[in-house]
């Protein structure tokens, strides 16, 4: 009955016993044929993608893959592998860390970007301090409290998405919106405030027509990985119970 039938409906998957269709596009057809970075963007967008802004999407996930321990997600993650739980488990709870603070800094700044590119370049200090105003004194996308004076990731990125604009695979407007404002917080405080790993992949979401929530969901999937990688060596490396901190050391206690 089509009021069971419709209770799910997808334009993602068609299945029937013996066939599965993806996109619209039969599945033993993807399977060696379509890179998993295309193959995301297809089940995602509903698009194909290919060339250089292929190769764009995929070097936006590789940046992002990892951060170390001190990332919240990465620590999260290896504490719950030592706690008896499977790597599903410890991999759900890295991404359970992910939020507007750590992990949403990639939307935000194709936000930010947006507003800029609508309102002008003429108007650029106008709207940072109009975006400032509304939304707290950090730009995101700006700034690394490790990296400085420069995140190694972000010249990369941008150089590519340069590259793929002189190739006519991008407009490269938003490389050139996010330098501006790099180059605008460094006159406005007087040393470099670089560009970060947020700044740049949201850089790439932009000049690939990606809405902004889409940025925070693909820097998720990135970040997966490393998610992984971290909850299988901390399996590997074994321990029990482990939290933020080594045994000897003790909290604050400011109580009464």
């Known amino acids: 009955m089509s009021d069971v039938s419709d209770w799910w409906r997808t334009a993602i998957i068609d299945m029937e016993p013996g066939r599965i269709s993806l996109r619209g596009r039969p599945v033993q057809e993807l ?8 193959m995301i963007w297809l089940m995602v967008t509903g698009d194909e993608i290919s060339g250089p802004r292929a190769d764009l999407f995929e070097a936006a996930l590789v940046a992002a893959v990892d951060h170390g ?4 997600s990465i620590a999260a993650a ?14 759900a709870t890295g991404l359970n860390m992910l939020g507007d603070v750590h992990g949403g ?10 507003a800029v590119d609508a309102a002008g370049f ?21 700034g690394h409290r490790f990296h400085k004076p420069v995140d190694p990731r972000a010249p990369r990125l941008l150089a590519l998405v340069r590259d793929a604009a002189r190739q006519g695979a991008v407009s490269g407007r938003f490389a050139q919106i996010a330098s501006a404002i790099e180059s605008h917080l460094a006159a406005e405080r007087g040393k470099p405030v670089p560009m970060n790993i947020d700044g ?15 940025a925070r969901g693909f820097f998720g999937l990135s970040r997966s990985v490393g998610i992984l990688a971290h909850a299988w060596e901390q399996r590997q490396q074994g321990g029990r ?3 933020p901190t080594p045994p000897a050391y003790r909290w604050t206690y400011d109580g009464t």
């Open 122 to 142: 003429d108007r650029l200090g106008e709207t940072l301090d109009a975006w400032r105003a509304a939304q707290g004194r950090y730009l995101p996308g700006f």
């Open 200 to 214: 740049a992949t949201a850089v790439i979401y932009a000049e690939l027509g990606c809405p902004a929530p889409l």
């Open 105 to 114: 800094a990639g939307e935000q700044a194709v936000e930010l970007y947006s």
């Open 241 to 243: 119970n482990k939290g």
């Open 78 to 91: 290896r504490m719950a592998a030592t706690c008896g739980v499977g790597l599903q488990s410890a991999m």
């Open 31 to 38: 399977i060696g044929t379509t890179g998993f970075a295309p």
């Open 69 to 72: 321990p001190q990332a919240p």
